[in-house]
């Protein structure tokens, strides 16, 4: 990471700017949604030699076969969780940690955690220099992290081809996950927990995300 990379210029503010509004113009109605996609600079997470593509509302690789999700994903997944300030978040599948902030920046403790090892390394540099409160782990991402549950709210940023109940195990009564769940196209579901057995599921149209892969935590 390098000086210039973390640097937030007026440029970089007014392309945030506009991306923000036009995420208005796409629905996404919470304020501080909104608030976090203007505040946290997505450049930060991008290579120097690809900052043009940054404030596009557009996925972009990141290296390990995964993407920087379009900046609408983010932000629809991050409304329909509805965060409030100091809950517990945990997200499955930190990628390259642009998500993980969006979702300090509204105020919650972020758990996150990554099975590509040369990301997880990548992005544990990162995160300290962003100075929210995210705790990185290396892991496989359908165990969740039962040692730190419950929480209140779980986010899946890859294609699960169910919705697994390792994790749903780990939601708070009252807490809320949102996944994408499908193989080629998934539909984005929201599931709150109603009691200890019970949950109530709700399903807000249909998205492209690279697969959640199982088993061992992956080295490359």
């Known amino acids: ?27 996404i109605m919470d304020e501080s949604v909104l608030n976090a996609i203007f505040t946290v600079p997505r450049h930060y997470f991008f290579d120097s030699s690809f900052l043009e593509f940054a404030y596009e ?3 972009f690789p990141i290296g390990s076969g995964q993407t920087i999700s379009q900046p609408y994903t983010v932000a629809f997944q991050s ?13 499955i599948g ?8 969006i979702l300090a920046e509204m105020g919650a403790k972020v758990y996150t955690i990554e099975r590509q090892k ?7 540099d990162l995160l300290p220099k962003m100075n929210f409160r995210i705790r990185p782990f ?4 359908y165990k969740g992290l039962p040692a730190h549950a419950p929480f209140d709210r779980i ?3 890859a294609a699960a081809p169910n919705i697994p109940n390792e994790l749903l195990s780990q939601l ?14 998934q539909t984005m579901y929201r599931l709150e927990r109603s009691s200890e057995t019970e949950f109530i599921s709700e399903k807000h149209g249909m998205f492209r995300f690279v697969p959640m892969l199982s088993d061992k935590a992956k080295d490359i």
């Open 118 to 124: 040369l990301l997880f390394d990548k992005t544990k």
């Open 1 to 27: 990471m390098t000086a210039t990379r973390l640097t937030d210029t007026y440029r970089h503010q007014g392309l945030r700017r506009k991306l923000t509004e036009l995420l208005r113009q796409k629905g």
């Open 138 to 141: 290396y892991g496989d991402g």
């Open 155 to 157: 986010l899946i940023t």
């Open 79 to 91: 409304e329909l969780l509805k965060v409030s300030p100091h809950m517990r978040v945990l997200e």
């Open 57 to 59: 509302d557009k996925a």
């Open 172 to 185: 708070k009564v009252g807490g809320v996950m949102v996944v994408p769940v499908g193989e080629d196209v």
């Open 94 to 101: 930190t990628g390259s940690g642009y998500q993980a902030c």
